[in-house]
């Protein structure tokens, strides 16, 4: 799958983790890597374990993290993550899901498990989630606008507390396409705003660039 805009936003925006000491993440559904290399980036204390479960994807995605700079501190593992059995908690869990449930399936199996909830299910994610988050550990996911709702609701019964919330559009002038939202086991101050990608013009606005400058090569 390609690397897409709103991910990549998404990547840019992740807590930094506690100062002075190593901490676990999660990264479900890691497809190539993008994520974790994000993360890792800017987060040199991050030992993080990437999930995987599509094989191909999984090369790729040892391939990148072979290449980069944070290679020691990247861990791909090819397993479907309701399988991943061992009692590891973590600090930080991250994922960018399948999410087009109700949409046309394609005949590609390996692009239906990419693309929709073939393979992991919402409700699936959050019981995953709540089995290996640390007592005072965070999560962040992105879904599409249309799910943010759902999923804070499905989240709350697994006594999950919402944190800040991102809505993000394509333009000031566009409804929100896709929301980021974070979450953790204490409650917190509720927080929510927008961010367009670009203004009316079709130029990146400030604030993306100002969060993506570290990563692209061209902005």
């Given at each position: 799958?390609?690397?897409?805009?709103?991910?990549?936003?998404?990547?840019?925006?992740m807590p930094p983790g506690p100062p002075g000491e190593e901490y676990s993440v999660l990264d479900i559904?890691?497809?190539?890597g993008l994520l974790s290399l994000m993360y890792a980036q800017k987060n040199p204390l991050a030992i993080i374990d990437a999930v995987e479960i599509n094989t191909d994807a999984a090369l790729?995605?040892?391939?990148n993290f072979d290449a980069s700079p944070w290679k020691d501190r990247l861990h791909i593992i090819k397993v479907d993550i309701k399988d991943l059995d061992d009692n590891k908690k973590y600090d930080l869990i991250i994922s960018n899901p399948p999410f087009f449930e109700d949409d046309l399936r394609s005949?590609?199996?390996?692009?239906?498990?990419?693309?929709?909830?073939?393979?992991?299910?919402?409700?699936?994610?959050?019981k995953v989630i709540d089995?290996?988050?640390?007592t005072a550990g965070n999560f962040a996911i992105l879904l599409?606008?249309?799910?943010?709702?759902?999923?804070?609701?499905?989240?709350?019964?697994?006594?999950?507390?919402?944190?800040?919330?991102?809505?993000?559009?394509?333009?000031p002038a566009h409804d929100p396409f896709r929301g980021?939202?974070?979450?953790?086991?204490?409650?917190?101050?509720?927080?929510?705003?927008?961010?367009?990608?670009?203004?009316?013009?079709?130029?990146?606005t400030d604030a993306f660039t100002d969060l993506l400058k570290d990563y692209y090569l061209n902005m």
């Open positions: 799958m390609k690397v897409c805009t709103d991910a990549c936003l998404f990547g840019a925006l559904g890691t497809g190539t790729q995605a040892k391939e005949v590609d199996k390996a692009k239906n498990d990419a693309k929709h909830d073939a393979a992991l299910s919402l409700g699936e994610l959050l089995a290996k988050l640390n599409p606008y249309h799910r943010v709702a759902y999923f804070e609701k499905e989240a709350a019964k697994f006594n999950f507390h919402p944190g800040p919330k991102i809505l993000v559009q394509q333009t980021i939202l974070f979450f953790s086991r204490e409650k917190r101050e509720l927080r929510s705003g927008e961010m367009a990608i670009k203004n009316e013009e079709g130029v990146y």
